[in-house]
């Protein structure tokens, strides 16, 4: 069973077009974090998510936090070929505990 | 700045070779993970450990040993690898503050011909 659930899976769009990428699970989670991993590369953390609600912006990129801790997304405005990766969603199955991964989203932006 | 560095990482081995992995850490922190990731799998905890006295299997611990030499070191053993254990391998570490962030090294592929 896989408890955080990423769609989709691949996504291909052109440069300069806005997307959303969804994490979701039935779980309840404390947080939730934001990874991006690009080839031959290690997943660098973008956010953490706490409170359920929560929105963070980290320049073109927002990642919101379901009121009930269950899900979130992630949304690029006017994505840049930068923007390419991996995107995977983690969260501890009970606070301080080990995280477990989403299999993530690719996202291919076309210039 | 403070790191986490993997050797070797590009690794070529054969069926039945023992092999090991290592992991160190510059930025203090007491946990370290290692994980591996396949397409189509994700990333899947092999095992974990939270200070250098403490080891816990993952999710997909058989066919693989650690070792927590110290705070900052973290191994990764293959006492006989097979070829479905060719994959990206990754340490990561965290600090103990309730969120478990993960940093995460460069990354070993290994391949098991």
């Known amino acids: 069973t896989q408890l955080l659930e990423q769609s989709p899976q691949f996504l291909s769009i052109q440069e300069g077009e806005n997307l959303t990428v969804y994490c979701n699970s039935s779980?309840?989670?404390?947080?939730l974090q934001w990874y991006r991993q690009e080839p031959g590369e290690g997943p660098v953390l973008l956010v953490t998510?706490?409170?359920?609600?929560e929105v963070k912006k980290l320049k073109r990129l927002t990642f919101q936090f379901g009121d009930a801790r269950k899900d979130s997304s992630l949304h690029i405005t006017a994505a840049q070929p930068g923007d390419t990766g991996l995107y995977l969603c983690?969260?501890?199955?009970?606070?301080?505990?080990?995280?477990?991964f989403g299999k993530g989203t690719r996202l291919h932006i076309l210039p | 700045d403070a790191d986490v560095t993997q050797t070797p990482r590009n690794r070529i081995t054969k069926t039945g070779k023992r092999i090991m992995l290592e992991c160190s850490q510059t930025?203090?922190?007491?946990?370290m993970y290692w994980y591996r990731q396949d397409p189509g799998l994700g990333l899947r905890l092999i095992y974990y450990s939270f200070d250098v006295k403490d080891i816990n299997k993952g999710e997909i611990s058989d066919g693989y040993s650690v070792s927590r030499q110290a705070q900052a070191k973290f191994s990764l053993s293959l006492e006989s690898a097979i070829p479905n254990q060719t994959a990206l391998y990754f340490c990561?570490?965290?600090?103990?503050?309730?969120?478990?962030?993960?940093?995460f090294g460069p990354g070993t592929r290994l391949t098991v011909l």
């Open positions: 983690a969260a501890p199955l009970n606070r301080d505990d080990k995280i477990i």
């Open positions: 930025k203090g922190h007491d946990r």
């Open positions: 990561a570490t965290s600090k103990i503050d309730g969120y478990n962030e993960q940093f």
């Open positions: 779980s309840v989670f404390s947080s």
């Open positions: 998510v706490v409170t359920g609600g």
